[in-house]
Nanobody
Framework: QVQLVESGGGLVQAGGSLRLSCAASGLTFGAYAMGWFRQAPGKEREFVAS????????FYTDSVKGRFAISRDSAKNTLYLQMNILKPEDTAVYYC?????????????????WGQGTQVTVSS
């Protein structure tokens, strides 16, 4: 049984930082493109960042470039999202996602597995 378990969300002031973690189990970590999506209240879920399955390529949505960094620890089967210079518009539930054998940015409509989400709230 595949599980993606996010942690690290919370309340932070604008300009602050958070690091999200996603612990994966039940899948071959190295065969999956892994990434993050977010969903703000009243809005559709959107792509944030991802690795290709080989982890040789990274992808970011424009609004987080230069502020967020995705990383992974294959020995721990864990994906991370370091979020710096947080803004109120980053407030959302952040979801970990996985799709097998993808070399491009993760597509919202083509995800094999989702985590349950972790809330990030940025106050102004």
């Amino acid at each position: 049984q595949v599980q993606l378990v996010e942690s690290g969300g919370g309340l932070v002031q604008a300009g602050g930082s958070l690091r999200l973690s996603c612990a994966a189990s039940g899948l071959t970590f190295g065969a999956y493109a892994m990434g993050w999506f977010r969903q703000a209240p009243g809005k559709e879920r959107e792509f944030v960042a991802s690795f290709s399955w080989s982890a040789t390529r990274t992808f970011y949505t424009d609004s987080v470039k230069g502020r967020f960094a995705i990383s992974r620890d294959s020995a721990k089967n864990t994906l991370y999202l370091q979020m710096n210079i947080l803004k109120p518009e980053d407030t959302a539930v952040y979801y970990c996602a996985a799709k097998k054998w993808v070399s491009e940015a993760l597509d919202l409509s083509k995800i094999d597995y989702w985590g349950q989400g972790t809330q990030v709230t940025v106050s102004s």
